[in-house]
């Protein structure tokens, strides 16, 4: 099977956009996920699926998380987490118990650990939900390897 071939089929499905951060050893980490579902209600449970050759791997392990989804306008910001950072940070921080999370973002999902799974090359996260919260506004979306509106009828 070509890979190529099948990532672009793959990037048919439309997404959000969430940036996934942690904290360890004393500092704030994040990395830009698309690869992020609900998973149950009882318990609470959300997925976020890692690369296996991303640095942030590591530090997920075992670790608390939050899952940041990102809105209309945070393109900048997704693209900071995604290792294209700008000259000027494109977001504000915000402490929580739980640890930073990106102000303004549509929602934050807290979470601790749950379970970690082999997903090939990547690693899939089962985080159980401890916290969220929400605001009213349109998602930041992704399709076909763009960034995308998503937007409600």
């Not at 209600?41 to 998380?65: I, M, W």
């Not at 640890?99 to 985080?127: M, Q, T």
């Amino acid at each position: 099977m070509d890979q190529r071939d099948f990532r672009n089929c793959m990037g048919r499905f439309a997404t959000g956009v969430t940036v996934v951060t942690c904290e360890t050893d004393g500092q704030t980490h994040g990395f830009t996920v698309n690869s992020f579902t609900s998973v149950s209600l009882d318990p609470p449970l959300v997925l976020v699926s890692v690369d296996r050759n991303t640095k942030a791997l590591e530090k997920l392990r075992g670790n608390d998380f939050i899952v940041n989804v990102l809105k209309e306008g945070q393109q900048d910001t997704a693209m900071h987490f995604a290792g294209k950072p700008k000259d000027e940070r494109p977001f504000e921080w915000e402490q929580t118990e739980g640890g930073h999370r990106i102000k303004n973002s549509l929602s934050h999902i807290e979470c601790a650990p749950w379970a970690e799974y082999d997903g090939g090359d990547h690693v899939l996260f089962l985080g159980e939900v401890q916290n969220y919260s929400y605001e009213e506004g349109n998602p930041l979306g992704f399709y076909c390897g763009k960034f995308a509106k998503i937007l409600p009828e």
